[in-house]
C-alpha cells in the first residue's frame, strides 16, 4: 500500500476545512510584506527647501504658481542654485542665503552668504500630503535616520524570526499566531501616531518582530495543511 493512500484514508482528502485554513493563512501573511515595504512610502522624500524667516505665510504651490518648480522661482533670491545628481542647476534643498527676517527677499542675492536651514524646512505636499520626513524632518543632516529607521524594523525582524520557532514549539502556532495579530495591531496603530522618532523606530521594531513571527508561524500551519 502506497504512503499516500494510508495518508488519505487515515487523515481524509484535502478537503473544505484544510482549504479554508490555508487560504486565512495566506490573508495573514499579507501585512508582512505591507510592513516591509511601507519605508517606500514612510519615508519618500518631496521636494523641499528651507523655511524662511519671517515667512511663515508665504503663500505654497497652487497659491502663487501651478507647480513646484514655477513656485521656486519666486524664491530666486533667497534659495541659492546648486547642481543636482543629473549635473542640472537646481534649487538648493539644504541651504539659503543669510538673510533676518527683517531683510527683503526682495534683494538681490549678490554677496550674500549661504547658511543651513535653522527655521525646518518647506515640503512640497501635491503627492505626499504627510509622511514620517516631512513631520520629523528626516531630510539633509538628519537624511540618514530614513535608513536607520529601516535598519532597526529589519533588526525586529531578525528577532522575531528566532523567538517566534521557540514561542511556536512552547505554546503552539495557534497561540503565536493569535498573540502576533494582536500585538501587531497595536504596535501598528501606535506607529501613526508616533510624535517623535525614537518613539518611532522603537515601534517599527515590534512591528518587525511580530510581523515575522506571524508569517513564519502561518507559514509553517498551512503548509502542515497541504
Known amino acids: 500500500?502506497?504512503?499516500?493512500?494510508?495518508?488519505?484514508?487515515?487523515?481524509g482528502e484535502?478537503?473544505?476545512?484544510?482549504?479554508?485554513?490555508?487560504?486565512?493563512?495566506?490573508?495573514?501573511?499579507?501585512?508582512?510584506?505591507?510592513?516591509?515595504?511601507a519605508m517606500a512610502f514612510l519615508g519618500s522624500v518631496p521636494e523641499h527647501h528651507c523655511q524662511l524667516p519671517g515667512t511663515d505665510t508665504l503663500p505654497l504651490p497652487g497659491d502663487i504658481a501651478p507647480t513646484w518648480g514655477e513656485y521656486m522661482q519666486t524664491l530666486n533670491d533667497s534659495i541659492p542654485l546648486e547642481l543636482d545628481v543629473n549635473g542640472d542647476w537646481a534649487h538648493s534643498r539644504c541651504e539659503r542665503y543669510n538673510v533676518s527676517a527683517d531683510d527683503s527677499l526682495d534683494t538681490p542675492a549678490l554677496n550674500r552668504s549661504k547658511m543651513?536651514?535653522?527655521?525646518?524646512?518647506?515640503?512640497?505636499?501635491?503627492?505626499?500630503?504627510?509622511?514620517?520626513?516631512t513631520e520629523l524632518d528626516l531630510v539633509?543632516?538628519?537624511?540618514?535616520l530614513r535608513e536607520l529607521a529601516q535598519a532597526i524594523y529589519m533588526l525586529g525582524v531578525s528577532f522575531g524570526a528566532i523567538l517566534s520557532g521557540a514561542f511556536s514549539d512552547r505554546?503552539?502556532?495557534?497561540?503565536?499566531i493569535l498573540a502576533c495579530i494582536a500585538f501587531?495591531?497595536?504596535?501598528?496603530?501606535?506607529?501613526?501616531?508616533?510624535?517623535?522618532?525614537?518613539?518611532?523606530?522603537?515601534l517599527r521594531f515590534f512591528v518587525g518582530a511580530f510581523s515575522v513571527g506571524l508569517y513564519y508561524s502561518a507559514f509553517?500551519?498551512?503548509?502542515?495543511?497541504?
Open 14 to 37: 484535502f478537503g473544505r476545512f484544510q482549504k479554508l485554513t490555508v487560504f486565512c493563512m495566506a490573508v495573514l501573511a499579507t501585512p508582512v510584506g505591507l510592513h516591509s515595504m
Open 140 to 144: 539633509c543632516a538628519r537624511g540618514w
Open 220 to 226: 509553517v500551519l498551512g503548509h502542515k495543511c497541504l
Open 116 to 133: 543651513q536651514c535653522t527655521d525646518g524646512w518647506v515640503y512640497d505636499k501635491s503627492l505626499y500630503v504627510s509622511s514620517v520626513v
Open 171 to 176: 505554546f503552539g502556532r495557534r497561540q503565536t
Open 184 to 202: 501587531l495591531l497595536v504596535f501598528g496603530l501606535a506607529t501613526a501616531f508616533s510624535t517623535h522618532y525614537v518613539m518611532f523606530v522603537v
Open 1 to 11: 500500500m502506497e504512503y499516500d493512500t494510508i495518508l488519505t484514508d487515515y487523515l
